[in-house]
Structure formats: C-alpha cells, structure tokens
C-alpha cells in the first residue's frame, strides 16, 4: 500500500537513528570482551570506562533499538494489515518524544553521567536527566500505540465480520503487555529518581525501585522478542515457502504472554532478602508458565517449516530441515528468522534453568546470565530486527538494496559468534565467574586475589565470539548505510509477506476477544506483586545510598 511523505519520513527516521546509535552499542559490546579476556588491561579506552560502555551497550543495544523497533514495526504491520495510515499526532508525537528522549540518553551517558547501567535501578544513580530521557522514550511509545487502537476501532466498524489478524494481535497483545508493565517502571523513573537524583530527596527505597524496575524488566525482555513471534507466525512460513500450521494455536500462545509476562519480574529477585520464599515459588512455577507459549511457538513454527520442507518433497523424520531455503540472497530474510530461532532453544532452555528457584542460586550474577540473554535477545530479538530494519527501509525508501550476498551471510555469521560468545560466558559462570565485572585487570595478574585459571579460556572463547559478532555488524551496517546513499527507484509501499493458514480451524471465541486476558494479566499480576510490595514495605525503607561509577 502507498504511504503519505510524513509517515514515511517518520518510519525512516524510526529505522535509522537506532542503527546509527546500535553502531556505538555494539563497539561497546565488543570493547566488554576484551575488557574481560585480559586484553585490554586499562580502565578506559578512547575516554570511555568500564560501566560507562557497559551502560551504553544495555542502553542502546536492549532499550533506545528495541522500543523504537517494536514501534516502527508495530506502525508498518498495523498499516500493512488494516490498509490505513495511523493520525498524524500519534506517529509524529510519538516519534518527536522518542528522538529527544533517546537523544538525551545518549549525550549524558557519554559524558559519563549516566553510568547506572540498562537496569538503572537504586543505589546506583544517574543524572535526573537520564531518567527523565528513558520517561520520554517509554511514553512516546504509549503513544503510537493509541493511534493504532484508535484505527483498529475504525476498521472494526466498517469490517464488523472480520477477525483481527494474527500479526495485529501479536502486536496489540505486545503493547497492552508494555503498556501495564512500564507504568510501574514511569512510577520509579519520575517519582522515585528523578528527586533522588536532583538532590530534591537524598533518601531513596532500594528494594522498592529494584521490584519496580523488575516488574517492567521481565516484560521488557518479552517486549523485545514478541516482533519476531510476530514474524515467526505471519511471515515464516510464507517465507520457508509453507502454511502457518495452526492459527488457533498462535492466538493462544500470543494471549498467554499477555498474562503470563508480568506476574514473573521477581525471578531476577530471588536472592533479594526482602522478599518471602513462598512468593519466591509461586514466581518460580509461574515462569515455568511463561515457557509454555515458547514451547508452543516451538512446535508450531517447526510444523509450519516442516511442511515448507516436505512441500519440497523431502522424506523420511529429518530431510526437511535440509530443503528449507538457507543462504538464498533472494531470500534473505529467511536466515534472520531461522539463525534466530535455533539460537533461541539453547537461550530458552538456560531461561528455564535461571527460572528454578534453586539452580538459580548458582548461576545468579555470573556470566551464565549474560550467556543465556545474548541467545535470546542478541539472538532471534536483535536478528529479527536487522532483517526487518533491512526490509521495511527498502520498502518505505523504495532504494535498492545492492549488497545481497553480505546481508545474506549476516545471519550465519552472527550465530558463530553469539554461540562461541555465549558458551564461554554461561561455562565462565558455571565455574563462578562474575558479571558485570571488569575482569581484564584480573586474568593477567596472578597476584591479584580475584585471579582465576580457570575463567582464562572460557572468556577468551567469549571474546572470540564477541569480535566475530563485531565483524558481522560491521558488515551489516556498511551494507544498510550503502543502501540508504543509494538514489529511490521504486515508489515507497508498506507491504510485507503474509502466511496462509494450513487448516480451516474452528473460530474459538476466548482466542479472538482480548478483554478476559486482559483482566486475567491483572489478577495474576497482583497474585505476586500484592504481596511482594507488602514484604517491600515491611523490611525495606528509604535510606540514604547513593553510588556512582
Ligand atoms: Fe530470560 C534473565 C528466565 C526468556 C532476556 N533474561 C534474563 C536477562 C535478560 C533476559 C536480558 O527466571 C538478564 C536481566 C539482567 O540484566 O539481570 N528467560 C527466562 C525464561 C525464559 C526467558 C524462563 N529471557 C528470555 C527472553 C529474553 C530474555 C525471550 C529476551 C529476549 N531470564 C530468566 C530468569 C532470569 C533471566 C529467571 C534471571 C536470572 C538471574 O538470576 O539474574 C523463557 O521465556 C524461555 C522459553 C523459551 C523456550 C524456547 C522455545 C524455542 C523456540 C525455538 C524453536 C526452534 C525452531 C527451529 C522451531 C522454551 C521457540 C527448528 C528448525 C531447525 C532447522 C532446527
Ligand atoms: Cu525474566
């Protein structure tokens, strides 16, 4: 479908101040390899220290890319589906307080006072600026998303038979999720920091901003991979040349995310003290819960390929995986979302070992946590958003895109180095090795009392892995940045692959109506967090605390 000039500016603009920002992200990624591995003994490079990149890289990397992804994405699938352009002063506000938000972030991290890391919670603190720019960000999203729900109405009134698309579920399920789990976060960010960080207060409740950050970080990490889902279901199985196996089985697994998502935050709290082992289990169970609609996502995206497969006339339990189309430069995307997903069994299964409460008492804040997140969200969430980032600016630009062999192997290359990456973080941690640690002073000194033998080869695959992920973004951005030098031949369309379903199933009327979830999220979300904040406010109290880095 043809796009007005302003709503095409505005999703250009959407696509490619993040990549430009990813650019430093990603430096500062590979500059935590080095640090790590020994090679880089200093405590700062090119005027920037340890937990200055550190935050950098959660910052724009997992936070600044991500939610402007998810609403670029957002904006073109609901435009791709509904065959209409959201109102002006939802995409234009949205976007204006998204750019300064984000704009902000960036200038008072790199002065080095925002070194609080993407967690940002207390004690550590960062300048009221940081809080209040990260505020804009999350709100400028709130935004595009009542433009969508004010013309999905519209469009139900003039298509009163019509069921919402699967793809318009998954990001509508996506963003009532963000919406409920980031008010808390707003909560923390404006009411509880932003005084504490302008010396207005100089007490601060460090469990309360850590439960509310964790109430929006968990969602958050769905909010990152529910886009690819939304791709796996409508995009894949066209993609792999199949049907979607079943879009009953879709629908439920994208409205169980809807109340299963929140409820979770306080599994990245069970050793905080304050909070009771029997809320502790219940969240251990209810994580256990959020598993099922990956599961599920498992069989029915593997169906749906295997079909693509033996449409191709493969045979016997395993022919098909080899008559998928990898490495096709006409089919580039196809590697985004399958190096994406086989990356995605080996982070899913650790998630489900960081989720027993008592495994988790090992691998807490050790590099096996960062080993699981890179095969998660450095895996399907961030590949999904350099195939599409790729897609839709050629779509919406309508430049060619001239390097199709490079974009091609991206995905493969990438997949190495997470792996290697990860392996060697998650073994690290397995023998005790810190996170967010600057263990480059360490490894080479022997005399040092933190100094491991052990932790030398297991962060010297990791920075292995990290160099090689640096080599595949670098040859991604040359190859985005040649298309966007690139002069239009083709007028701008919004259009995206859309999958046939295989079965004509029956209509169940629970998966096609978002309001009984939506009160079901609410209940659950109050079964662990009514307590919790109980717990909070009986054994935590503001104090004065406060740490820079
Ligand atoms: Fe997690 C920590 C538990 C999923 C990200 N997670 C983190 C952190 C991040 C993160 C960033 O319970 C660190 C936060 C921090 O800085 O402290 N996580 C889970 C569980 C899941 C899970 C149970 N995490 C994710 C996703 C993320 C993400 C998704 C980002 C996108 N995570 C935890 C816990 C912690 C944690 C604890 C706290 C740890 C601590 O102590 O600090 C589940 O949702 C995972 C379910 C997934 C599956 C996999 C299904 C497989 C699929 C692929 C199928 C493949 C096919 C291809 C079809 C069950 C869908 C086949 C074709 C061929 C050809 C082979
Ligand atoms: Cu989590």
């Given at each position: ?44 490079t090119a005027g920037i220290n340890y937990y ?361 290359l990438w997949t190495v180095g997470v792996s ?130």
């Open positions: 479908m043809m796009v007005s000039n302003q709503f095409k500016t505005t999703l250009l603009i959407g696509l490619t101040m993040p990549m430009s920002l990813f650019i430093l992200g990603v430096y500062n990624g590979v500059m935590q390899t080095l640090y790590r591995s020994g090679v880089l003994h200093q405590h700062a200055q990149g550190l935050t950098m890289h959660g910052v724009i990397n997992a936070i600044v890319l991500t939610t402007f992804f998810a609403v670029v994405f957002g904006h073109y699938t609901i435009t791709n589906y509904l065959k209409k352009e959201p109102s002006k002063w939802s995409y234009m506000l949205s976007m204006i307080l998204m750019v300064i938000g984000s704009a902000i972030d960036l200038v008072v991290m790199v002065l080095g006072k925002a070194s609080a890391l993407y967690t940002f919670y207390a004690p550590l603190q960062a300048s009221a600026l940081f809080y209040i720019g990260t505020a804009m960000l999350i709100i400028g999203s709130w935004i595009a998303f009542a433009g969508w729900v004010k013309i999905w109405f519209e469009w139900k009134k003039e298509n009163p038979s019509l069921h919402m698309p699967i793809a318009i579920l998954g990001t509508f399920v996506n963003f009532t999720m963000w919406f409920m789990a980031s008010i808390p976060v707003i909560y923390e960010l404006l009411v509880l920091l932003t005084p504490w960080a302008l010396g207005l207060t100089n007490q601060v409740n460090v469990p309360m901003t850590r439960t509310l950050f964790w109430m929006f970080g968990h969602p958050l990490v769905y909010f990152w991979i529910l886009p690819a889902y939304v791709g796996y279901y409508t995009m894949l199985p066209k993609i792999a040349g199949g049907k979607l196996y079943s879009g009953n089985a879709a629908r439920l697994a994208l409205l169980l995310f809807l109340i299963l998502s929140t409820p979770v935050g306080v599994h990245h709290q069970f050793s905080e003290g304050g909070i009771a082992p029997s809320i502790k289990l219940w969240v251990s169970i209810l994580t256990f819960g959020v598993s099922i609609p990956s599961f599920m996502t498992a069989f029915t995206v593997g169906a749906s390929l295997e079909y693509a497969g033996r449409k191709r006339g493969a045979k016997g339990l395993f022919q098909w995986m080899s008559r998928l189309p990898w490495l096709r430069a006409d089919n580039y995307l196809f590697g985004y979302f399958i190096c994406g997903l086989i990356l995605f069994i080996f982070g899913g299964l650790s998630g489900i070992v960081n989720g027993s409460y008592t495994l988790n008492q090992l691998v807490h804040n050790t590099g096996w946590v960062p080993g699981h997140f890179h095969m998660t969200v450095a895996g399907p969430s961030i590949l999904f958003i350099l195939g599409l980032t790729l897609f839709m600016y050629q779509h919406l630009s309508g430049k060619p895109m001239t390097s199709k062999f490079t974009v091609t192997i991206i995905p493969y290697l990456l990860s392996h060697g973080l998650m073994a690290g941690g397995l023998m005790g090795e810190p996170r967010r640690t600057n263990m480059g002073l360490t490894y080479t000194n022997p005399e040092s009392p933190l100094y491991n033998s052990h932790w030398v080869p297991s962060s010297t695959v990791t920075m292995v892995g990290g160099l090689i992920m640096g080599t595949a973004a670098l040859l991604y951005f040359i190859s985005f940045f040649k298309m966007l030098c690139n002069k239009a031949v083709e007028l701008p369309t919004i259009s995206m692959p859309e999958s046939e379903e295989l079965h004509n199933e029956r209509e169940i009327p629970l998966l096609l109506n978002m309001k009984p979830w939506i009160i079901l999220a609410v209940i659950l979300i109050g079964s662990t967090y009514i307590p919790s904040f109980k717990n909070v406010f009986k054994y935590g109290k503001p104090v004065e605390s406060k740490y820079h880095m």
